[in-house]
């Protein structure tokens, strides 16, 4: 099956920083990446949807102007926390999967905590 | 727009059956997953269900009907591993498919 990497998988950072996680497809091309946030004992929280070559569709509620999200090529996106506060601190998973597909694959996960 | 109920957490004893089950509304079904979540990782693919009816993949079977707006996941055979939330998830079509989930369920299995 597909594999997605995702690194780092744990950062500690200040408060005020930028954080940058990566997602990346290892052998196909991920024309779509879907990005979540989940906080402990919830469910995941759809972020944003890239497309690659495109701008992102964030989800309403969530601040395009925070969550930066690239997709410049077929087998990486990246989501960019600026300036992260501690609210911030929460489990990021991307997920690919491609248009007809029945399975979908999630990347391990980033686990990101603000101090 | 989307609703998904699940019970929060279930508690069941090795070598049962437990059976856990998912309420949706939605206004473009196009497909329903279950995923199964341990602690501080990422989701594992479980099932896919776009037709009514029961897939059975293994100890674990997943059913759906559409005209209800239900699912349920059943677990066979318990084992103390299968200790782990269980997430029920839509795909919706309106206005380009996403994928909500549930908030899971939590599942217990003691001895």
């Known amino acids: 099956g597909a594999v997605v990497s995702q690194h780092p998988s744990r950062v500690i950072c200040k408060s005020g920083t930028s954080v940058k996680i990566e997602c990346r497809s290892l052998d196909f091309q991920a024309t779509t990446m879907f990005w979540y946030r989940q906080f402990p004992k919830q469910s995941l929280m759809l972020m944003a949807t890239s497309n690659e070559g495109s701008k992102a569709t964030y989800e309403q509620g969530v601040e395009k102007d925070k969550f930066l999200i690239n997709h410049a090529s077929l087998t990486l996106s990246t989501l960019t926390v600026t300036s992260a506060h501690p609210e911030d601190s929460s489990f990021y998973i991307c997920?690919?999967?491609?248009?007809?597909?029945?399975?979908?694959?999630f990347g391990p996960g980033t686990r990101l905590t603000v101090l | 727009g989307q609703n998904i109920d699940q019970p929060t957490e279930m508690t069941a004893t090795e070598g049962a059956i437990v059976q856990i089950n998912c309420t949706y509304q939605?206004?473009?079904?196009?497909?329903l997953f279950w995923y199964q979540q341990h602690a501080g990782e990422a989701p594992t693919f479980l099932s896919y269900?776009?037709?009514?009816g029961l897939e059975e993949k293994g100890r674990f079977s997943s059913f759906l009907s559409r005209s209800k707006g239900y699912s349920y996941l059943l677990l066979k055979e318990l084992q103390m591993k299968d200790s782990a939330s269980y997430l029920c998830a839509v795909r919706d079509n309106t206005g380009g498919f996403k994928t909500i989930f549930g908030a899971g369920t939590r599942l217990f299995v003691k001895a």
């Open positions: 997920r690919t999967g491609s248009g007809g597909a029945d399975t979908q694959y």
């Open positions: 939605t206004s473009g079904f196009n497909g």
């Open positions: 269900n776009v037709l009514d």
